[in-house]
């Protein structure tokens, strides 16, 4: 760590890193070893897969800092860091084919589990039981009831798992459903809500036209009041034309002026 950080801080930096994940590696394998359930272990399969890929990237960083840097480098630095990589790719790799070995012995279990050990494998067992004394044989047969629990048990968290999300389905679908229903309802509300202004607007629009109706009406008697008035009074000797009460002309006096004459 000291020789790099006289390199390069960047490159001590990285370094720190890959060898914090390596070191979360090792004691998550060492973890590993000792659990027994199958689906734990899978789980922290993943987990140490995950710290792999992290460790794979910072590898990848440390290897671009170092082509960043190399003209700066003299031949022997070059040496030195190229070997710090590679001893980080061998470190990484063996965390690989020992997390390849875990997977598959899991993945035998589950074959297992749901379709029983092979042939070869029974035949094993066979001359095995038969070396065997009658204390290891119950020690066997209990261990093996174990294992038939512990798969049975997890065959009734499944299903309860799966009751569980179809209660919540059908939860969430009679939720929808009740959604629906108050918007159609709404939508009801709204159609009714229109057909009646529709029937206002009608109405409005019979008293507008029934309005101008009336109006256009007195505009015409106003005009025939008017033109009468006219009438009468540039011919007020018509006597065909009868007075309109109220609304006579006036009377005319004739008057005769006196004239002296002196």
């Known amino acids: 760590m000291d020789q790099l950080s006289a390199i390069s801080e960047d490159l001590a930096e990285i370094d720190g890193r ?8 090792s ?3 060492q973890k590993l070893e000792k659990i027994k359930d199958s689906s ?5 399969l993943e987990d140490l897969t995950e710290k792999m ?3 794979k990237g910072l590898i990848k960083d440390f290897d671009k800092e170092v082509k960043a840097l190399e003209d700066r480098f003299d031949s022997k630095t070059t040496k030195f860091l190229n070997e710090k990589k590679q001893s980080m790719i061998k470190e990484l790799n063996s965390y690989v084919a020992l997390k390849k070995q875990y997977a598959s012995n899991i993945e035998n279990k589950r ?5 029983g050990p092979s042939e070869g494998y029974t035949e094993e067992n066979v001359l095995l ?3 065997m004394t009658n204390e290891q044989l119950m020690d066997q047969g209990n261990r093996m009831m174990d294992d038939t629990d512990q798969a049975i048990e997890r065959g009734k968290r499944i299903v309860q798992d799966t009751i569980n999300v179809g209660t919540e389905t059908a ?3 009679k939720a929808q459903t009740e959604q629906m229903s108050r918007v159609v309802n709404e939508l009801d509300s709204i159609h009714f809500s229109i057909k009646k202004a529709s029937k206002l607007v009608k109405e409005i629009g019979r008293q507008v036209a029934t309005d101008k ?3 256009t009406l007195l505009f015409l008697i106003v005009i025939g009041v008017i033109a009468i008035i006219i009438v009468k009074l540039v011919h007020p000797e018509n006597k065909d034309i009868r007075d309109i009460p109220g609304l006579a002309p006036p009377v005319m006096n004739n008057r005769r002026l006196l004239w002296n004459h002196s």
């Open 129 to 131: 039981a038969s070396t």
């Open 213 to 215: 109706c009336i109006m």
């Open 53 to 55: 890929r992290e460790a």
């Open 18 to 25: 890959v060898a914090d994940n390596f070191r979360a590696l």
């Open 111 to 115: 074959i297992e589990l749901f379709e």
């Open 27 to 29: 004691n998550g394998f």
């Open 171 to 173: 939860a969430a679908l």
């Open 40 to 44: 734990r272990q899978s789980r922290q």
